[in-house]
């Protein structure tokens, strides 16, 4: 299987994934696609987040990192019950945020800190002290 990430930068990412779902109820998911069809990113992103079963948590909180390494494109998107909790906007900062660490080849630090930035945000909505893993926190790849 192709990989974009080596393990030691997965590790890095999947520690920060831990780190976020600590301080909150959700599920973070970050997907790197290498075999994207011929339609816009977020549609692609919206397929996996269904594909990855990302839409079945209690609380409609995944929340999934979508990458794709050979378009130089990428997606951020939420569960409905995180897109009526967070601020108008709030998508659009951390997607610039991560273009910015992108777009100096740090896609470990970028993934990282959208992490984080979503573990803040979400912690503010989405803690109630029994965080359940509902997802598995690898990373996939197709």
């Known amino acids: 299987m192709k990989k974009f990430f080596s393990w030691a930068e997965e590790e890095i990412i999947i520690s920060a994934i831990r780190e976020a779902e600590r301080s909150c109820d959700c599920e973070i998911r970050v997907h790197v696609e290498f075999m994207m069809p011929p339609i816009p990113v977020i549609e692609a992103a919206i397929q996996i987040f269904e594909k990855l079963k990302m839409h079945r948590t209690a609380r409609r909180n995944g929340v999934l990192i979508f990458l794709v390494p050979e378009r130089n494109e990428f997606a951020i998107i939420g ?3 995180i897109h009526e909790k ?3 906007g709030y998508w659009d900062e951390v997607y610039h945020v991560m273009k910015n660490y992108f777009q100096d080849s740090r896609f470990v630090a970028g993934t990282c800190e959208a992490i ?3 573990g803040d945000e979400l912690k503010k909505h989405f803690y109630n ?3 359940l893993n509902q997802l598995p926190d690898k990373i996939s790849y197709a």
């Open 86 to 88: 967070v601020p108008p």
């Open 129 to 131: 002290g029994a965080n």
């Open 116 to 118: 984080r930035m979503c």
């Open 79 to 81: 569960d409905t019950g």
